[in-house]
């Protein structure tokens, strides 16, 4: 049985969220959830009579509040909302006041947001999983099959698409208009030639970038204040729409049991790979996944090897931990330590 304190509980996570990625205004609606929120409208009672877990760890409630008020601005039906957010400002009276008014007047559509999971699909992470893919091709000197658990729309899976600078180390198209330059510590990835002879993802439910509908809830879910995530995030949309990912829909476990990993490929390694995805399985099917891939591992050569690659919060609070394990050795090195959001990398390498 779900508690209120639990529901504000989440709440309060979300503030402290705020303040770890930089997005003041992320902090601020969770203070004004926790001033203000109660059961006097419809969003008010659902919200506060959530039936399963509110918090980060399960369906992220404040979230699919912030997303589904942010959805209202980016698609133009709530001016009055719109003038009291980034990038204008106005007092915590008037934020509220718009947001109680929004909860009235789009009533129907922000109870109906809230039934949906949040999806992200922060391309900022690609500048970890890229020294990743550098690394693998360095180690095992192949082609690349990739396969992403989680993929939602699968912005990740075309990485090889944009441009980087990792600390001066220049990789990808320079008139990519995804450019990323994550602030970097420690030496360089290494460099290697990459060949990705065979890409795909799977999602529970995954959006396509040719859809209206699905970019809006995906760019509702980016925080307010951050526009650079936004800009990046329309970006990537372009390349997409240009270079569409296959993800397809369905259980990602039984897809990476069933179909990706059932045959191993000689000649090239198979990467299994995945960002801030992992965490929201429950115990039981993270312990499911786990033996999948390592099945798969107990039947790869050198010829055709396996590698995972995974960026997942792990250890810290503040940061998540990318990991490579290689079979057939089964090997496993911590990478780096990233920020979550990809604003940052600590990078170890793999010895």
């Not at 709440?11 to 929120?37: D, N």
């Not at 912030?66 to 934020?95: F, Q, R, T």
């Not at 990467?271 to 995805?277: K, Q």
Request: proline content about 6%.
């Amino acid at each position: 049985m779900v508690t209120e304190e639990q529901i504000w509980q989440a709440f309060r996570e979300q503030v402290i969220a705020g303040e770890l990625l930089g997005s003041p205004f992320t902090s601020r609606l969770g203070k004004l959830m926790l001033a203000h929120l109660d059961r006097s409208t419809a969003v008010g009672k659902r919200i506060l009579s959530w039936e399963n877990d509110p918090t980060t760890r399960g369906d992220i409630v404040p979230t699919r509040l912030a997303g589904a008020l942010h959805a209202l601005i980016i698609d133009g039906k709530d001016d009055d909302l719109k003038a009291a957010y980034p990038p204008n400002e106005v007092s915590d009276d008037a934020l509220w006041a718009a947001i109680r008014n929004a909860f009235d007047t789009h009533e129907a559509f922000i109870l109906e947001r809230l039934n949906f999971a949040p999806q992200t699909n922060e391309v900022r992470r690609s500048s970890a999983l890229l020294a990743g893919f550098l690394t693998i091709a360095d180690l095992l000197g192949k082609p690349l099959i990739l396969s992403e658990f989680g993929a939602s729309m699968g912005l990740n899976l075309n990485w090889d698409r944009y441009r980087y600078d990792l600390g001066g180390f220049l990789w990808g198209d320079p008139a990519s208009p995804v450019q990323l330059k994550p602030d970097w510590e420690g030496r360089h990835p290494p460099r290697a030639e990459i060949i990705v002879q065979d890409r795909a993802g799977c999602d529970l439910n995954p959006l396509d970038p040719h859809s209206p509908e699905d970019s809006l809830r995906l760019l509702s879910y980016l925080w307010a204040d951050q526009t650079d995530r936004v800009i990046r995030t329309r970006a990537a949309l372009d390349i997409a729409r240009q270079h569409k990912a296959l993800v397809e829909k369905g259980d990602a476990l039984a897809w990476l049991r069933d179909k990706r990993l059932k045959t191993l490929r000689p000649g090239t390694v198979h990467v299994v790979f995945h960002s801030i995805a992992w965490q929201y399985l429950p115990p039981q099917l993270r312990e499911l996944g786990e033996s999948i891939i390592a099945e798969a591992g107990s039947r790869a050569t050198a010829e055709a090897p396996l590698a995972r690659l995974q960026m997942e919060m792990m250890g810290e609070p503040n940061s998540a931990s990318l990991s490579l394990q290689i079979w057939p050795t089964g090997e496993t090195r911590e990478l780096a330590r990233v920020d979550p959001h990809g604003r940052w990398v600590k990078w170890k390498g793999w010895s």
